[in-house]
């Protein structure tokens, strides 16, 4: 079954409230694809979809801890790579310790689904650092902030709708 990509404004009901939210002021926003929300993970759904692992982009929400205060930000890496949180992440967040949040953390304070949660919309002050070799994707797919959706769109449109930070992030 292949995936049917449509401008966000013809199905926001396929999107997470904050994402919706976020995406309604993107100069150029993603496309989205409805999907079978059992198969939301990135290895099922790439499997499931036709989509190369190299083409979906995963990101995770990283708690950064320093003297009593708790930061939290978004690292997007591709699907083939693992994230060095305990050193580049927590470095460049200026941590003691960087871990990643847990999953109830994680999904109260996003407002999206585990399995979801994407960077478009996070809370006000949130970094989002991308790792380099998600930017030179011309097509990466994405969270929606729902289970029974993604999102597609340039690596480079990523970073620009996130105002990431680019980054080598990866081990």
């Known amino acids: 079954m292949p995936l049917e990509w449509v401008p966000v404004s013809d199905r926001p009901d396929l999107l997470a ?5 976020a995406v309604a002021s993107l100069g150029v926003p993603p496309r989205v694809a409805e999907i079978d929300p059992g198969l939301a993970d990135t290895a099922a759904f790439c499997e499931r979809y036709g989509v190369e692992m190299e083409d979906s982009a995963n990101c995770v929400i990283v708690s950064a801890r320093r003297g ?7 690292v997007m890496v591709l699907a083939t790579m693992r994230a ?3 050193g580049v992440v927590r470095r460049h967040l200026d941590a003691r310790k960087a871990s990643f949040a847990p999953q109830a953390e994680a999904v109260e304070l996003t407002g999206m689904e585990y399995g979801g949660i994407t960077p478009i919309g996070l809370p ?3 970094p989002v650092l991308v790792d380099e070799n998600v930017i030179r994707r011309p097509f990466v797919v994405i969270g929606s902030g729902v289970r029974r959706s993604k999102l597609a769109l340039s690596g480079e449109a990523l970073v620009a709708a996130t105002r990431g930070e680019v980054l080598a992030l990866t081990m």
């Open 17 to 21: 409230d904050p994402v919706a939210k």
């Open 68 to 74: 009593g205060e708790t930061r939290y930000a978004a």
């Open 84 to 86: 060095d949180v305990n």
């Open 124 to 126: 006000d002050g949130w």
